[in-house]
Antibody
Framework: QVHLEVSGGGVVQPGRSLRLSCAASGFTFSSYGMHWVRQTPDKGLEWMALIWPDGRDTYFADSLKGRISLSRDNAKNTLYLEMKTMRPEDSGLYYC?????????????WGQGTLVTVSS | DIQMTQSPSSLSASVGGRVTIICRASQSIGNYLNWYQQKPGKAPELLIYAATHLESGVPSRFSGSESGTTFTLTINGLHPEDFATYFCQQSYNPPLTFGGGTKVEVK
């Protein structure tokens, strides 16, 4: 059973950086692409980023390019997201999502998410 | 970026009723369209992939169809557990984009 546990959420001050980790279990982590998706009251569901199974390629939402980086450690079954210069509008629920079995670009199995609040 | 326009944003329906939700893509995406269901306080769950294929374990009362750049999610015979919010998402090309969601409420 796919399990994705996100840590690192909470309150972040404006202008500071956010670093999230996603610990994966229940599947062969190195065989799947991994996504980050966030959900905010203002924008609804917003896809943020995708990393290839081997970590060699990444894609980012245009609005976030230059502010986020994505990496993974397949030996530790862990995905990482770093986001710089956090703004109040970045507040929301951040999900770590495994690609579906059928297609790399399909967010398939979702973790429960972590709440991020950007506030001083 | 490919824009996904979903309608309606909300609807009311009765248990046993039929629901149709539309999603339109701003350009051709082939059949690279997913549907998700989200219940309050829970993460979204993949219902339908490649426009018409039901994810394992999804009841057959759910179905998807496509016509050009217009995609439809239909629920035939609403069950109480189907009252939720539904999202479409194009998986054709990054940046991946979601529709705005449709909240299905009890009439």
């Amino acid at each position: 059973q796919v399990h994705l546990e996100v840590s690192g959420g909470g309150v972040v001050q404006p202008g500071r950086s956010l670093r999230l980790s996603c610990a994966a279990s229940g599947f062969t982590f190195s065989s799947y692409g991994m996504h980050w998706v966030r959900q905010t009251p203002d924008k609804g569901l917003e896809w943020m980023a995708l990393i290839w199974p081997d970590g060699r390629d990444t894609y980012f939402a245009d609005s976030l390019k230059g502010r986020i980086s994505l990496s993974r450690d397949n030996a530790k079954n862990t995905l990482y997201l770093e986001m710089k210069t956090m703004r109040p509008e970045d507040s929301g629920l951040y999900y770590c999502v495994r690609s579906s079995d059928q297609w790399l670009y399909s967010p398939g199995s979702w973790g429960q998410g972590t709440l991020v609040t950007v506030s001083s | 970026d490919i824009q996904m326009t979903q309608s309606p944003s909300s609807l009311s329906a009765s248990v046993g009723g039929r629901v149709t939700i539309i999603c339109r893509a701003s350009q051709s995406i082939g059949n690279y369209l997913n549907w998700y269901q989200q219940k309050p306080g829970k993460a979204p769950e993949l219902l339908i992939y490649a426009a018409t294929h039901l994810e394992s374990g999804v009841p057959s009362r759910f179905s998807g169809s496509e016509s050009g750049t217009t995609f439809t999610l239909t629920i035939n015979g609403l069950h109480p557990e189907d009252f939720a919010t539904y999202f479409c998402q194009q998986s054709y090309n990054p940046p991946l984009t979601f529709g705005g969601g449709t909240k299905v409420e009890v009439k």
